[in-house]
């Protein structure tokens, strides 16, 4: 039997290159050798105010990209958080078992409360313990996600441990956190020290998957690049290793044979060549997209039948929880 694996992505924005190559991509890689569920996490999305109607249409967006990069909904499991209810249910159950001292401590947390100052809401604070309940409810071994998560995973295993304890069972499968694979981490093209972000607050700083040709050629342009004019990657070199990092995981072709390709050659040159690549890359890919938001009835189609295939897990085991707990009948 195949090992699971859970990951998921808020519908709270629009996709950027830095979360193709730090999360899709890598979901990709695992999606043969293990049984995956990937979840359009629209609950966690509400913790911060959203307009509806948009986070409707950002949910389909997120679905189509899924699509669109390559989840294939034949051998992995795709599905809208709020279209399972017991993950909801899950949360409640899993509030009793965490501490307020372990949510205090959780530095998103203290982060998003500081950005969103005007509305600390429960569910803000709530937030990691609906993430367990996403993670648990599916038994995963594996949870490929952002190092930003990683404390968010330990909160999952604490949850897990105490109610395994608790009820002298193996109630829950310990998840473990996968993090980025080394080069997987892409930073702001026009700040290299912190990761591409659409909170960055300039455009300038990311590659949408949806941006067309002409802004992405403008983009890359405009990025930032070291004091010196060779094109090498390095400790001493931020923004080419960046540039040549997004280049190379887009291409397949490693960062030593790029530099080679433009050894005695200019900034200028390289990041034409990277455009042109880039867009080479998305031209398809949009395409794609394109085909599964004009057809709302397929999509529909393939969000009802990760929706089901979810329920059928996740039923199973809120059920379980409930009848340790001394729920239901
Ligand atoms: N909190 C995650 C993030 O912001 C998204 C998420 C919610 C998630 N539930 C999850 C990721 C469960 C992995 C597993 O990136």
Redesign the pocket.
Known sequence: MKQRL?????PSGELHIGNYIGAIKQWLGFQESYESFF?I?DL?AITVRQDPAKLREQTRKLASWYLACGIDPEKSTMFVQSDVPAHAQMTWVFNTFTQMGELQRMTQYKDKSKQHAENINVGLFDYPVL?AA??LLYDPEI?P??ED?KQ?IELARDIATRMNNAYGRELFVLPKYVGQKEGARVMGLDNPEKKMSKSAGSEWNYILLSDTADVVAKKIKRAVTDTDTVVRAGDDKPALTNLLTIYSMLTGTSIADLEKQYAGKGYGDFKTGMAEAMIAWLAPLQEKYAIYMNDPAELDRALSRGAQKANAVAQQKLHNVYQVVGLGR
């Open positions: 859970f990951s998921g992505i808020q979840c996490v966690h993430m996403d993670i949870v996600v952002g998560q968010h």
